[in-house]
């Protein structure tokens, strides 16, 4: 229901917004870390795993990869795991918007999905957290990313509620419209015009530039809900989880993200502001 989102949106973005402006990166690691493993055990029910031990060991594998990336991975690997995931959400959204056939139900064990999702979500945690380490403005920057997030999904809302008609990907995710998306868009394009302008920015980076960015990031991170959305359908549920009153699970609140975070970073590195 809506009040449920309302209101469990009013007690937590608060607690976010402190958790990314003052803590410190290694903690705020941990406390991400802990909310990518509580997605973690979400995307192995979605991936078919039922049996406990076999939640359990694939959670801790997921942890054992978040912490060898903190321990061994320098930036530069870190970048190309950014351009490596860049690539496959580039792809996999186009793929999902143009798909026309039906999705079937899956029962079975997907030892794919299993790899992919945990690859997913350890990329994701590792671009925020060596966004938000870098000097001076880092947490700052991961704080817009969130809010860039957070105002698409608005504008696609509002947007798709108010005009939308034709379907984005019907058999994915029938409620999306290109509606939605063209006001997810522009609330890109004025998120990226306020950064362009910002402190954040304050090496004179070109306006054009970060805009298309941040409009790319956008609809990036509308793939990421389209393919949540498919795993949600091959597995036969609603949502991803029951954690959050009106929210569903921890993956539907994050799947936005999880694509968004490293496209963001790549991007903005790339332009000269990640140092």
Request: hydrophobic residues 60%; glycine residues 12%; contains cysteine.
């Amino acid at each position: 229901m809506l009040w449920q989102r309302l209101l469990t949106a009013a007690v937590l973005v608060p607690f976010v917004i402190a958790g990314i402006l003052y803590l410190q990166t290694p903690t705020f690691a941990l406390v991400l870390g802990a909310l990518i493993l509580a997605a973690g055990l979400e995307m192995g029910r979605l991936a078919g795993v039922r049996q406990t031990l076999a939640l359990v060991v694939y959670v801790a594998a997921i942890a054992l990869a978040m912490w060898l990336v903190w321990r061994y991975l320098a930036a530069p690997y870190i970048e190309s795991l950014q351009w490596i995931m860049t690539l496959w959400w580039l792809t996999v959204t186009a793929a999902l918007i143009v798909r026309r056939r039906e999705l079937s139900l899956v029962e079975s064990v997907r030892p794919g999905i299993l790899a992919l999702g945990g690859l997913v979500l350890v990329a994701a945690w590792a671009s925020i957290v060596t966004l938000h380490a870098a000097p001076s403005l880092g947490p700052a920057l991961v704080l817009f990313l969130f809010v860039l997030i957070w105002i698409a999904d608005s504008g696609a809302y509002f947007a798709g509620r108010a005009f939308g008609r034709r379907k984005l990907s019907p058999f994915v995710s029938p409620g999306k419209t290109w509606a939605g998306v063209s006001g997810a868009a522009f609330g890109a394009m004025l998120a990226g015009l306020v950064l362009a302008l910002s402190p954040l920015t304050p090496d004179a980076q070109p306006v054009l530039a970060l805009t298309l960015l941040c409009i790319v990031v956008t609809l990036v991170s509308i793939g990421g809900d389209l393919w949540e959305s498919r795993l949600k359908r091959e597995a036969g549920v609603k949502d991803s989880g029951n954690l959050l009153p009106g929210h569903g699970g921890m993956l539907d609140r994050i799947d936005s993200l999880l694509a968004a975070a490293p496209v963001f970073g790549l991007g903005f590195g790339l332009l000269g502001g990640g140092g």
